[in-house]
């Protein structure tokens, strides 16, 4: 059993079951986030005894890394995991100044379809666990350690979506954020949903803490349900409605995310009825130019389209950013993950 797919708690009632008082498990999980130790015998302050019992009990390890590499630029890096099941997911890091934002997977594959995206395009091919979503932002925090260096900010931007693996996600970023452990601040971190409504409401309901940005592209109807298929299920009126209460309920700015694709959603029309979607929301909105996949044509807006589109949203009154593109040279960049394709 994947040791990183335990709650503090669920560690404490197996101790507890093999005769060992709390603080053990306390250690244990120190060793685990503060230590980032992945070997039994690195955890020195539990008796040999008990080391054993872990050791057989627990493994440390649900990914193997296959291959690592590096963009040109140095600034991004990504690793290929295979998992003990046999899936292969991909996980960032990437570089900006002094930040060292781990984007990571938690699906294999995703259903949702998104006809731009690269892992959208590979379908579903399953779930990551809390402990395996957990692992990847270890693998980086490890090497990151050897450097004294560390993560500043995770963001589920890899490869599913994670909405669509509600509890997982949610648990792994929990575990992260342990003030007794990994201590890995909510503000820190920021989920992106491509629009699951009845997860939303739930994530609103729950006052979660962590960042939330949407990926909207469309602020049509037409044209997302174009791009977006499960826009035919969960449509914009109903999506925009989701998210002012979430804004209103939790008094915290919400993200939309808009990948500019060139002749289709980059017009100034667009960005007309995306100022009056997002009219009076507390909202910030990230442009990215669309990142090239083998099994969508269009390209990315010019960054002259980019830059107009910007000061129209800005212009009326939406603070937007353009995202900078990363790693497009290693196959890294926003939804072009798929596990597969490595050059
Ligand atoms: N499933 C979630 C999170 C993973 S995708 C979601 O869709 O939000 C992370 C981001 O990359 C999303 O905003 C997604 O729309 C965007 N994206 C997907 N394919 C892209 C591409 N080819 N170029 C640029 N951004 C893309
Ligand atoms: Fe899935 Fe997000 Fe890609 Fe859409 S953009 S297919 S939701 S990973």
């Known amino acids: 059993m994947l040791i990183y797919d335990f709650t503090l708690e669920a560690l404490q009632s197996d101790l507890k079951s093999w005769g060992e008082p709390d603080y053990r498990a306390t250690q244990l999980w120190q060793g685990l986030y503060k230590h980032l130790y992945d070997t039994p015998n690195q955890f020195t302050t539990l008796p040999l005894h008990l080391r054993k019992k872990i050791e057989e009990r627990f493994t440390f390890h649900s990914f193997e890394s296959l291959i690592h590499v590096n ?60 402990g395996q979503i957990v692992e990847q932002v270890l693998y980086y925090a490890r090497k990151l350690s050897q450097r004294d260096d560390q993560v500043s900010n995770i963001v589920t931007m890899g490869m599913g979506e994670p909405f669509h693996n509600y509890d997982a996600t949610m648990d792994a970023l929990d575990i992260l954020n342990h003030p007794d452990g990994f201590n890995f601040g909510a503000r820190r971190m920021t989920v992106s949903t491509v629009g699951v409504i009845p997860m939303i409401e739930r994530f609103t309901r729950e006052g979660r803490r962590v960042n939330l940005a949407v990926s909207l592209h469309a602020a049509t109807n037409e044209l997302r349900d174009q791009l977006v298929p499960i826009n035919r299920k969960y449509p914009l009126e109903s999506l925009l409605r989701a998210c002012n209460e979430y804004v209103s309920l939790s008094g915290r700015r919400i993200s939309f995310e808009w990948a500019l694709i060139d002749g289709v959603n980059d017009s100034l029309e ?71 394709n490595w050059k």
């Open 71 to 130: 963009s040109e630029d140095g600034e991004t890096e990504k690793v290929l995991l295979r998992s003990d099941d046999d899936q292969r997911i991909e996980t960032v890091l990437m570089y900006y100044d002094k930040r060292r934002t781990v984007c990571l997977s938690t699906q294999a594959g995703c259903a949702m379809g998104c006809v731009f995206c690269a892992t959208g395009q590979m379908g579903f091919h399953g779930n990551l666990s809390r």
């Open 270 to 340: 667009q960005a007309q009825k995306c100022s009056d979607l997002l009219k009076g929301l507390v909202c910030h909105v990230n442009l990215i130019p669309l990142n090239p996949t083998d099994g969508y044509a269009p390209s990315g807006a010019s960054q002259v389209t980019a830059t107009t589109f910007r000061h129209f949203l800005q212009s009326h009154g939406i603070p937007t950013t353009i995202r900078l593109r990363r790693g497009i040279d290693i196959h890294a960049g926003c939804g072009q993950l798929a596990g597969l």
